[in-house]
Nanobody, 127 residues
């Protein structure tokens, strides 16, 4: 069983930066692919970024939604059981609740593939 707790959300002006963290509890964090998803009011949950497992798999490749590519960076620190999302050049359309998720193995953009979810953290970007 993996439990995930996000932190770092808040209010920021357009063009600013914000960093999110997601700390996992449970064994074998390195064997899990980690993903960030977001959900804006009235919209479906959408993929943001994912990074693959580093233990038992070929490598921790990272993938991004086209809407955030070049602005967001996902990374992980297995020693701290934590995955990060650094968000730069934020836009009002990035406003959403951001969720951290975990699944065994390979990185995946499909939220149905993820078994464990955090409670979410609000990110609000003002214009």
């Amino acid at each position: 069983q993996v439990q995930l707790v996000e932190s770092g959300g808040g209010l920021v002006q357009a063009g600013g930066s914000l960093g999110l963290s997601c700390k996992a509890s449970g064994p074998a964090f390195g064997a899990y692919a980690m993903g960030w998803f977001r959900q804006a009011p009235g919209k479906e949950r959408e993929f943001v970024a994912t990074i693959g497992a580093t233990i038992g798999f070929s490598g921790s490749s990272a993938y991004y939604a086209d809407s955030v590519k070049g602005r967001f960076t996902i990374s992980r620190d297995n020693a701290k059981n934590t995955v990060y999302l650094q968000m730069n050049s934020l836009k009002p359309e990035d406003t959403a609740v951001y969720y951290c998720a975990a699944k065994w193995g390979l990185a995946d953009h499909n939220y149905d593939s993820y078994n464990y979810w955090g409670q979410g953290t609000q990110v609000t970007v003002s214009s």
